[in-house]
């Protein structure tokens, strides 16, 4: 799909940098417990305008990551 070109491409980089590094990859803590305190926030209905656009951010990011991890898995086998 044409619309989704540069999201492969940015996927294929980050694969094709080092598989064996992309597929250990884990965020930080400080990360998980920022995403997990924003999910948590957005559940309670009390996530401002920014948050949410942080967290959109981030489910963009774990997104991308899924699929580099995926690449990197393929380019392994």
């Known amino acids: 799909m044409k619309e989704l070109q540069a999201l492969d491409e940015i996927v294929d980089f980050i694969a094709l940098q080092s598989p064996e ?5 884990k965020a930080s803590k400080s990360t998980k417990t920022r995403v997990y305190d924003l999910v948590h926030k957005e559940k309670t209905g009390v ?3 920014r948050e949410k656009t942080e967290l959109e951010y981030y489910n963009l990011l774990e997104h991308i990551m899924r699929l580099a991890k995926a690449k990197a898995y393929s380019i392994l086998q």
Do not use: Y
């Open 47 to 49: 996530l401002t305008k």
């Open 21 to 25: 590094k992309v597929l250990v990859f």
